[in-house]
Nanobody, 115 residues
Framework: EVQLVESGGGLVQPGGSLRLSCAAS????????MSWYRQAPGKERELVAS????????NYADSVKGRFTISRDNAQNTVFLQMNSLKPEDTAVYYC????????WGQGTQVTVSS
């Protein structure tokens, strides 16, 4: 069974940090373009960050540049999102996405930034 399982979300104060993980099973991610998306209440899902299959190319939404870092460990079949200097507007459900010939989605993990 193909699965993407996100973890690492939670409640954090503004200025804090979280590290999200996305563990894949049922397939190997090494050929997949991996991304993190997020969706806040009442808003459309938006792309946060993406990374190429070998990890050499990354892209970020303007709103998270300089604060978030996407990385991958193909040997562990896992993708990460390090989030620093978190702001209340980063509050959302964060989803992992794998795209190659098909696309897979995780179930999401809630991130809440609040004092």
């Amino acid at each position: 069974e193909v699965q993407l399982v996100e973890s690492g979300g939670g409640l954090v104060q503004p200025g804090g940090s979280l590290r999200l993980s996305c563990a894949a099973s049922g397939f190997t991610i090494r050929r997949y373009h991996m991304s993190w998306y997020r969706q806040a209440p009442g808003k459309e899902r938006e792309l946060v960050a993406s990374i190429s299959p070998a990890g050499g190319n990354t892209n970020y939404a303007d709103s998270v540049k300089g604060r978030f870092t996407i990385s991958r460990d193909n040997a562990q079949n896992t993708v990460f999102l390090q989030m620093n200097s978190l702001k209340p507007e980063d509050t959302a459900v964060y989803y992992c996405n794998a795209r190659y010939s098909v696309a897979y989605w995780g179930q999401g993990t809630q991130v809440t930034v609040s004092s």
